[in-house]
């Protein structure tokens, strides 16, 4: 492929900058509904936009945050047209990397972001449908069974390295972002997975209590 450097900095960087758009911020400012850095756990993530009351704004956020990784990923597809199919897969992996770190590391949030579920998500469903979809529906069953949405993303992030490596046979590339975004999520949810054992994790659809320490990074 022809300036192949070029095309690597060009994905790493684009994507990178569009998962360091916070749209749980922009979204919130821009409807005059405060900020989500300064309600609930603080992050600013979809479930932590639902705390302002605003199921619209969170569906907003969600769909904007896991719009931005598959966007990342159709970019790299495109710059990548006529290149060998191994050239495609890292690249594309490589963009779905970098808008990942940029949700969870945005430089226009200081550094301080998200904890990356809906980009996770959004950057599978484009990168490899059939991953992403048994991903989403693993989120789905753990969350109607247990009501806990970090439980969920956790057992999905565990889970999506098994799916893309030995149910569908993913290119080397996929697996390894799957273990790579994984890895990560379990890191921003640290005090999440220590409320979950110890029973204190909030459950969907329920108020958390004012004494409940942060869930997280901003």
């Not at 979204?27 to 639902?50: H, Q, Y």
Request: aromatic letters at 8%; proline letters at 6%; charged letters at 15%.
């Amino acid at each position: 492929m022809p300036n192949e450097p070029l095309v690597i900095a060009a994905v790493m960087v684009g994507g990178y900058l569009l998962g360091s758009t916070p749209f749980g911020v922009i979204s919130m400012k821009l409807a005059g509904a405060g900020d989500p850095r300064e309600i609930g756990s603080g992050n600013i993530g979809a479930t932590n936009v639902l705390r302002s009351g605003r199921k619209d704004l969170a569906l907003l956020t969600l769909l904007g945050d896991g719009g931005k990784g598959a966007l990342a990923v159709l970019g790299a597809y495109l710059l990548t047209r006529g290149a060998p199919d191994a050239t495609r897969h890292m690249m594309v992996a490589l963009a779905a990397g970098s808008a990942f770190l940029g949700h969870l590391f945005p430089v226009f949030l200081r550094f301080k972001g998200g904890k990356g579920v809906s980009t996770f998500f959004g950057t599978l469903l484009a990168a490899s449908f059939p991953v992403g979809a048994a991903a989403a529906a693993t989120w789905l069953v753990t969350a109607a069974l247990f009501r806990i949405s970090s439980l969920a993303a956790l057992t999905a992030a565990a889970l999506a390295p098994i799916f893309a490596l030995f149910v569908f046979q993913s290119p080397h590339a996929l697996v390894t972002l799957t273990l790579f975004m994984g890895a990560l999520i379990y890191v921003r949810h640290q005090d999440n997975l220590r409320r979950i054992l110890k029973g204190e994790e909030p459950r969907i659809g329920g108020a958390r209590k004012p004494a409940d320490p942060p869930a997280g990074a901003p």
